[in-house]
């Protein structure tokens, strides 16, 4: 018998070179070939393995030649093996569980392809990351990012990138409460019997049209805003730039609409509108300023001020100036000079003037008037 080496499989196998040999010969060595077992791993060619007994009739040192090279098969075995979950950047031998491998069959560890995205993503021009072998092109996909990246930054890049998607399509936009991506339907034109509606008010053609097409109310956290200016809540009544110039301008106090004219320095309450009713309003609102800078919304000369209604000022659980009167209920606390009772209720001092004088209710005299609503 010879021993034939296959240069092309890295492998061995027992061949006879004699054609003439007896038929007990050649079934033994198909025992022999039936005994062998084959290890199949993936990338890697079929190495025999020949058992222990079938070197009984063999001589001696044929026998240490096929031991030698079956450990030099499994040597070879355990460094194919330990390639692969070998990272390509550190070169530090990995577990399974810490190796991640690409879809371009590049092999990183977790702690080095997070040190790598970490760097790219801090750079607030980059929207993909690729891989991190100098010659490939291929992205990482989102489930990598998501399994190497802190949970922080990962929601913070992939905000990035589709805010990105949402700049560049005119159709879409974040809400910019809540982030909810909504898209913009266009309505169709409205007829002009509609415009001058007397639903309408005081709104003019244009600030109706900016609102039936910009205005939005988010499903998700409920809040009204301008998909144009991205402002909550909506301006009713007034397109962007009519809005922006409302801001700038002087408004009254108590009613918000725009004042014309220069400001007198003589008057104590300078920014208050023509109309009877703020006028009256003038008459009994406090005239001192608040350490912040606000303008006291209480009545004048009270003994103690009115705690500042303005919305930078008020904690959540406290009144602010935007809250309705509990009397009325039709205008907010800062329309109109207030007062705040024992019970720490701020209402409408011409509310709770009125309340008190039109007594009880009925013909049945009650004193409930007295109590706070």
């Not at 980059?126 to 092109?137: E, N």
């Amino acid at each position: 018998n010879w021993v034939v080496l296959d240069p092309e499989l890295d492998s061995f196998q027992i061949a006879d070179s004699i054609s003439g040999i007896k038929d007990e010969e050649t079934k033994g060595n198909e025992k022999i070939d039936e005994n062998i077992e084959e290890i199949i791993v993936e990338n890697v060619p079929v190495i025999p393995v020949v058992p222990v007994n079938a070197f009984e009739d063999m001589p001696d040192d044929l026998v240490e030649f096929l031991r030698q090279e079956q450990e030099e098969q499994d040597r070879l075995l355990q460094q194919f093996l330990a390639e692969q979950y070998k990272c390509h950047s550190c070169g530090e031998k990995q577990t399974p569980d810490t190796l991640l491998e690409l879809q371009c069959e590049h092999n990183y560890c977790i702690s080095c392809l997070n040190e790598y995205a970490s760097k790219m993503i801090a750079n607030e021009d980059v929207l993909d990351i690729i891989c991190p072998h100098k010659q490939c092109a291929v992205d990482l996909p989102q489930w990598v990012l998501k399994k190497i990246l802190l949970e922080e930054e990962f929601e913070r890049f992939i905000s990035r990138t589709l805010q990105v998607v949402i700049d560049s399509c005119e159709e879409m936009f974040a809400c910019p409460s809540c982030g909810l991506v909504i898209e913009r339907i266009s309505a169709p034109n409205l007829e002009q019997s509609k415009l001058d509606s007397p639903n309408s008010g005081r709104m003019s053609a244009a600030a109706i049209a900016h609102r039936e097409e910009f205005r939005f109310r988010c499903r998700r956290c409920d809040k009204e805003c301008c998909s144009s200016c991205m402002r909550i809540p909506y301006h009713t009544g007034y397109t962007c730039t009519e809005y922006e110039k409302y801001l700038s301008s002087r408004r009254c106090r108590f009613c918000a609409e725009t004042i014309k004219g220069d400001v007198d320095p003589n008057d104590p309450v300078p920014d208050v509108c023509n109309s009877k009713e703020c006028q009256a309003h003038k008459k009994n609102v406090c005239t001192k300023i608040h350490p912040c800078g606000h303008p006291c919304g209480g009545i004048r000369n009270e003994e103690e001020c009115l705690p500042c209604l303005h919305e930078d000022c008020v904690s959540p659980d406290q009144q602010a100036g935007d809250d309705y009167c509990n009397i009325c209920w039709v205008e907010d606390l800062s329309s109109a000079p207030s007062i705040k009772l024992k019970c720490s209720h701020i209402l409408h001092y011409h509310c709770v003037l009125e309340k008190l004088q039109q007594k009880w209710p009925s013909p049945r005299i009650t004193f409930t008037f007295w109590n706070c609503p």
